[in-house]
């Protein structure tokens, strides 16, 4: 596959592994990637990956679906003063969006409910949050029952009973906490 061999090569070249690939829900044929830390993104119509204009180390990134044409918002877990920053142009520009976060979180994950792509969720080192305003604003998630672990990683689905947050964590196993 071309992506494949793409990403083979610029990892070669740059002499870092290749730590995170995301597609873009509405054309999976853009890319974003984590490499060493950077943020790279392929554009329309190029299968080469540029880097984007934000500061990392970058920890993770979730692309939100957008209209035919129009560039995805991107979201990014960064460890830095201000964990999560966002894009509402597929990259070109980043501003911080991060009010309600503690200052240095450390983050871990994110996750986009793609049933309601404003709804955001990041896990830290020490605490899940959640946003349901396009990380506008972010508040802890109630997480009884989850074990007081570093969560490693987390993904979005449907439950019995609605929407559905998975969290894994480190040596407890994995949880599901679910929201109307």
């Given at each position: 596959m071309a992506a494949e061999g793409l990403l083979g090569s610029l990892q070669a070249e740059q002499g870092s592994p290749v730590?995170?690939?995301?597609?873009?829900?509405?054309?999976p044929s853009q890319a974003i990637a984590v490499i060493n830390g950077s943020l790279y993104k392929t554009t329309r119509g190029s299968l080469s990956?540029?880097?984007?204009?934000?500061?990392?180390?970058?920890?993770?990134?979730?692309?939100?679906?957008s209209a035919a044409g129009a560039p995805p918002t991107l979201y990014a877990a960064v460890s830095r003063q201000r964990a999560v920053w966002k894009s509402a142009d597929g990259g070109a520009h980043w501003a911080p969006a991060s009010s309600g976060l503690p200052r240095y979180a450390r983050t871990v994950a994110l996750a986009l409910d793609l049933n309601r792509p404003s709804t955001v969720y990041l896990a830290t080192t020490l605490t899940l949050y959640v946003s349901d305003d396009g990380a506008n604003t972010w508040q802890p998630l109630?997480?009884?029952?989850?074990?007081?672990?570093?969560?490693?990683?987390?993904?979005?689905?449907?439950?019995?009973?609605?929407?559905?947050?998975?969290?894994?964590?480190?040596g407890g196993g994995a949880f599901v906490l679910t929201r109307p």
């Open positions: 730590t995170l690939v995301r597609l873009d829900p509405t054309d990956l540029t880097p984007a204009p934000l500061r990392g180390p970058v920890d993770d990134v979730v692309v939100a679906p109630a997480t009884a029952g989850l074990p007081p672990l570093t969560v490693t990683s987390i993904a979005t689905g449907l439950s019995g009973t609605g929407r559905a947050l998975f969290a894994a964590t480190d």
